[in-house]
């Protein structure tokens, strides 16, 4: 093990640029109840791009540097600047998840069960080569799971159990999922289909349709139909959903989604109410995959609610026990019900290339990027 | 007592068209439980107007019959016809509370128990000379209180206490209020103060804060101002309030309380989040003042929500107990506390007068109506 390291990190300066830049850092001795690991597979995630990127304008970007320690720089908007003012002159290191091998562990018994095991681990800057992280924020895979198998082990996998712990603790029996093809979509449809949980999935291309189907998948609906409204009301009716996630935000689509929910619930009113329905409906945003403004249309009574949620507020509220039991599920079911599939395989030195940069930045449903910094 | 009253009633047809009208309706015999309120005063509420113009377009309004007996006929623009065809040929009764004197009683000991008293009543329809109505929905009002006086016992006064217990049951220690000069603001910022509680109101013009002031309000904030946002933000700081009540929906208010909330919480975070900060901001929307689309700028991180709130699910969620101490509340502070201002009273005949229906379809805040069934 070397006395240092490369780390992928993002600094705004007081001259208003962003620079993305690999670092050599230094790995620290692991405390008692740390582990040293060595990264062999990390993620790309939109929180990712967000942590990467902050308020710059990455229309704006360069490449400067070389092949093997390339630098990207970008403008950030000065009206932008006050948004981030608590970072700026800090290299903040990249990276919310990953996995590898333990390859140095502190004293504690819980650290040293670690040692030789391939383990998922979250936060910290995993975009480098090793992470010294406390072993709660560490999972031990299961013998045989290698570490580009379980380098999406946490924010997916938890998001979409979290989705579905959601539904159950507020009452509602069946889900709406947006942009529903994506990796986390996927999951969802795996473990609403395991855990006999209806799904109705919106989706916004055709192939995301049959994608979905060819797994599955009992409800798909196509945003971009001229009948979605009618066909999303069919499948409420038919599933009684009345809580959806939705990873966009910006337009309409979290009012569209509440106006057929009401749509399917006071169909069978024989009564006429000013407010409505009695049916709460409710949306939770959990991206910002368009940042625009959210638009409500309001047609959809007064029973309604449009949340942020937010993974680690979320299983703050469902509790250490349930979040047991989630990361146990994740662990055993990491090639199955959470299986990640990428489309691109970059060494830390080719997230900094412009042109792939260009890619993964687009948050295109279909692409998804694995950082191997060992490569 | 008579065998027959007039009721406003109104009504939408097959053809596209509302009615208003003042209709002859039998005096029912009161059943064990009910009791018969010959109806002394009643106020128009925002709710009453929903009912009236359900989704006629009452720029086509006009008044045809006579000064005793107007009819008022608009237009229902066909794509709004589908949204109320629960109630298409169906006279609807108009009127959500009022107060008048129980001149007969059914058999049980509760009904018996009212006999001659003024009581203040919620729903059936007030907007007519006598009401049978059960005695769960009464409240006796004490001693020497005038049917005037407890005409608004129940929407303002309750949905006023309902904010307040929903900011203690969920956690928040201050409230904002949105077009805070109006009669139920007047009754919230009194309530606050009883009760210690830190009120941010917020209006529209230079009279409304005066009058605010005026009734010993602390905080008074106004959104025409240029420095609106550093004002709201400054005492959102100084209150700590984290929890919002908006009538008036439509627009960007609710988005800009959010995001003055969240510069508030951020203001001293060292970290950066791409997330935000972690503090819980919560917008009710309790009206459609205006009902065009709410708009959320999402610059307030992801703890944030935002949610229809109706009186009746909200004292659903709070309870049995909590009502009826509220209820209490209003009976013995109704001449104080909640006391209710109206700039008109008008007979049944004259609400159905274009000229006030123009006046109250407004509804600005300076002016309130009540109608005097008897006059």
Redesign the interface.
Known sequence: MPDTNLQLTSTISEDNTLQLALKNIEIPQPGADEVVIRIEAAPINP?DL??MF?AADMTTARQTGNEHNPVISAKVPAQNML?????VG?S?PVGNEGAGTVVAAGSSVDAQALMGKTVAVIGGGTFRQYLCANVENCLELQSGTSAIEGASSFVNPLTALAMVETMRTEGHSAIVHAAAASNLGQMLNRICIADGIDLVNIVRKPEQETLLRNMGAKYVVNSSSDSFYAELTAALIETGATIAFDPI??G?LA?DILTCMEAAA?RN????S??GS?T?KQVY??G?LD?G???????F??????????L??VLGKLGTETTIAMRKRVAAEITTTFASHYTHQVSLAQVLQLESLGAYAKQATSEKYLVLPQA
Chains 1, 2 share one sequence.
């Open positions: 929180s967000a942590v902050a948004s981030v003012k608590a970072r800090k903040i935000g910006g309409k009012s006071s009113l024989t009564e006429h000013v407010y009695d709460y945003i959990y910002a940042r403004p959210i638009t409500l249309n309001r047609n009574g007064f029973a309604w609610g449009v949340n942020g949620f937010l680690f507020n």
